[in-house]
T-cell receptor
Framework: GNSVTQMEGPVTLSEEAFLTINCTYT??????LFWYVQYPGEGLQLLLK?????DKGSNKGFEATYRKETTSFHLEKGSVQVSDSAVYFCALSSGGYQKVTFGTGTKLQVIP | DTGVSQDPRHKITKRGQNVTFRCDPISEHNRLYWYRQTLGQGPEFLTY????????KSRLLSDRFSAERPKGSFSTLEIQRTEQGDSAMYLC??????????????FGPGTRLTVT
């Protein structure tokens, strides 16, 4: 079956530091890959997505590249802000019904 | 459209009681999903509707759980004889078939269930 493995948190960074959150996946077929973000007290929001190999998703300064050869979709940001503090979920969808399989989430805390 | 809405946002119930949650998807979306998220974990798939047809159910969905989408619009998720292990956030998501974004799901704010 499908699965997503992401680095455990919490991750604590100083403002303006470089962020990487690792994510690898196992899937049948050709999945679409996602990063979702959950801010404190709020619902899940789609941060970025990539639908095929070598695609790069980007949004709000965050980027992730779909690497089929390493089955990875690592999230990066060059300079984090306090407002980026949230839980980040790597996820994939595949198959006819496109149900989403999530990782366990990585909590990011950015300190001033 | 204001997005996916869920009602109630919070529900506290006693063990053994029945509860029902409602989800209103984005109006033009024909696909509707339910997920469950426990503390410190990612959401887990429960069930999927395309229009009014329930096409897939997870093994997580025991026989105490039932979901409906009677007219292919809103959906309800009922839990009978609740147990403390049912305490979780129940998330609804919707998406549309066709077009370039037919794989993108939009999530509601969730219903947080606490069983005492």
């Amino acid at each position: 079956g499908n699965s997503v493995t992401q680095m455990e948190g919490p991750v604590t960074l100083s403002e303006e530091a470089f962020l990487t959150i690792n994510c690898t996946y196992t899937a049948t077929g050709y999945p679409s890959l996602f990063w979702y973000v959950q801010y404190p007290g709020e619902g899940l929001q789609l941060l970025l997505k990539a639908t095929k190999a070598d695609d790069k998703g980007s949004n709000k300064g965050f980027e992730a590249t779909y690497r089929k050869e390493t089955t990875s979709f690592h999230l990066e940001k060059g300079s984090v802000q306090v407002s980026d503090s949230a839980v980040y979920f790597c996820a994939l969808s595949s198959g006819g019904y496109q149900k989403v399989t999530f990782g366990t989430g990585t909590k990011l805390q950015v300190i001033p | 459209d204001t997005g996916v809405s869920q009602d109630p946002r919070h529900k506290i119930t006693k063990r053994g009681q029945n509860v029902t949650f409602r989800c209103d998807p984005i109006s033009e979306h024909n696909r509707l999903y339910w997920y469950r998220q426990t503390l410190g974990q990612g959401p887990e798939f429960l069930t999927y509707f395309q229009n009014e047809a329930q096409l897939e159910k997870s093994r997580l969905l025991s026989d105490r759980f039932s979901a409906e989408r009677p007219k292919g619009s809103f959906s309800t998720l009922e839990i009978q004889r609740t147990e403390q292990g049912d305490s979780a956030m129940y998330l609804c998501a919707s998406s549309s078939t066709g077009g370039r974004t037919d794989y993108e799901q939009y999530f509601g704010p969730g219903t947080r269930l606490t069983v005492t």
